[in-house]
């Protein structure tokens, strides 16, 4: 090999990762520039032959978690050639990356385990968190999705296991909002598992405890977001499947740049959804009666945005909060059921129901009545065939939203929808299903995934430099979605964009996150204060990471160089 001229500096971060400059699309002048000329096969390739090459590969598996590890390793090979081929294939490989097969793999986690690819922090580093992090071999880190792994979708406790939940949302948030994928930190916190069956599992990668208790997360929590803010000051962090999320985002939403994917993300997705499903029926939110089942954080969260559209369209708060019946393991939640209830199953407890109780969905939907039913309880087939059917007598067209996910845990599929409602269900998943044909047609399902606003919220957020992610930043996300889907998706029956249009939709949700935080005197970055929506979005483009413009080389201005002027020869 030859050795590097002392007239060509190459930085430590270059040196340490290599592998990311050795791509066959490289001209042979950029070969000999970065020294990787050799190193590499002669040929170089266009960008499509690339592709070709590595479709054929991903082809060539036969399951999906061979397909999950064939994109892991080439993520690490090549992470420009990766971001390419998942921006020119996002709905066939989000599938694979993302819900649903990143259940599989973090199910399988310890056992399909290759390379870290994130930063592990536990509940031993107590006291010297920010020690650890400077471990992260990257500079600058812009933003993090952190999960401690105790609900990993609607899979349960997972422990350190759920590591695939960070590193998968972070490949999106570079693909469809064009975060710089070396300024990302996929981090998983081992605060212990009550998972029995991985406590016992040698091949658990996680410590044999039991999770701490809450006072003990509470402490652990609050040195993680001090050490973080100090390590890169003004970092943007998503939580993402905590099992009880709501104290940590009281506690940090007003003080750090950072929101609850499963309770904001997930939340202001549906409710985009729900405004588009509501055109559609032509129904005023006054008539709407919503049926919930599962109670969890998610399911509340959702609701509670949901209540701020009502409120926004003319009804009162306890009007709006009156049109939601919730649904959890012991039936319809009411104060007069007889057993404590979770503080946050309160705000929709029922006080109306003259001591009558309801103890499945069936009884529920006759008793309330629904135009709308959405599912967050991870119970596969909670949605049956008499729930549809009921559904589809009392509505033209009855709103129906399976939420939970991976696909197994879905309370009814597509199809089913479909079938049991003769084709009238206005209907959005969490994970996706393929289009049905039904009575000579072909239905489109919408994925109702917290995918189309998880990116844009954190680049607006990244990008005015807000000092907290307020929740009107988080609604105007919700409406800046609904209003993205166009005409033609909304004619061919869908409720939210094509997935294969995200990154035009995080642009657009990105803008409305700034001009909100601008609106609230949030943003610290001053220059774009004022701009036309245009320029904003230009100005919002310019800055997302675009893989097809990467050259191998370090930094950008020089890739600009070997673009626009030929390199220097004394460097070939
Ligand atoms: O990851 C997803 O597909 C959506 C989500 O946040 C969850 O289910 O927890
Ligand atoms: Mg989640």
Redesign the pocket.
Known sequence: MASTPKSTPVSPERKQNKSTTLDTSHPIEVRKQIRSHGLLPPNVESHALQAQRCLKQLASKTTSIEKYIYLSNLRNANSHLFYRLLLDNFSTLTPIL??PVVGEACLKWSEIYQRPEGLYVSWHDRGNIANVLRNWPKPKVEITVVTDGSRI??LGDLGVNGMG?PIG?LNLYTGCAGIRPENTLPLCLDLGTNNEAYLKDPLYLGARMKKVTDAEEKEFLDELMVALNTVWPGIVVQF??FKNPFPALERYQHKYSCFN??IQ??GAVILAGIINALKATGKPVKDQRAVFIGAGS?GVGVAKQIVEFFVKEGLTEDEARRCFWFVDTKGLITNDRGDKLAPHKIYFSRDDNNGQQFRDLEQVVDYVKPTMLLGLSTIRGAFNKTVLEKMAQLNDQPIIFPLS?PSSNAECSFEEAVKYTDGKAIFAS??PWLPFLYKNKILQPSQG???YVFPGIGLGAILSKAVHISQEMIYASAVALSNATNATEINDGKLYPDMDRIRDVSVIVCREVIKEAQAQGLDRETSIRGMSDADLDAWIRSRMYDPYKETGVDEGVQGEKIRGSPVKKSLL
């Open positions: 993302y819900t979708l609607g939940i949302k993402e499947d994917d499963d993300g997930t998610a996910n969490g994970s995934n917290n995918v």
